[in-house]
């Protein structure tokens, strides 16, 4: 990682991270492999002019399942790396969500 634009991948979007982020306060993002809490809390209060109080970072796992038609193969979808940020108090939401 050379600077912070890296650091951030995409965010996730899924109904558990919506719940999250319209009551809790709490975004999720996919990031980089080589991303730690602090460069991720960094990265968020510089890209978003926000305050952060809490990153948990959770490496998800690579999942196998199978298509419908031909049951014999197998399709992979790889592992990534994903950090739920919780904002501050009083911090206003992500444009973003």
Do not use: C, H, W
């Not at 965010?11 to 460069?39: H, I, M, N, W």
């Not at 960094?42 to 419908?68: H, M, Q, S």
């Amino acid at each position: 990682m050379t600077n912070l634009y890296n650091v951030l991948i995409r965010p996730l979007v899924t109904e558990k991270s919506s719940y999250q982020s319209g009551k809790l306060g709490q975004y999720v993002f996919v990031v980089a492999d080589e991303a730690t809490r602090t460069t991720v809390k960094d990265a968020i209060e510089t890209l978003f002019d926000v305050t952060v109080a809490r990153v948990n970072i959770l490496n998800a796992p690579a999942k196998r399942g199978r298509r419908t038609r031909a049951r014999l193969m197998l399709v992979r979808r790889s592992a990534f790396k994903k950090a739920i940020i919780t904002l501050a108090e009083g911090s206003k939401p992500l444009e973003i969500f």
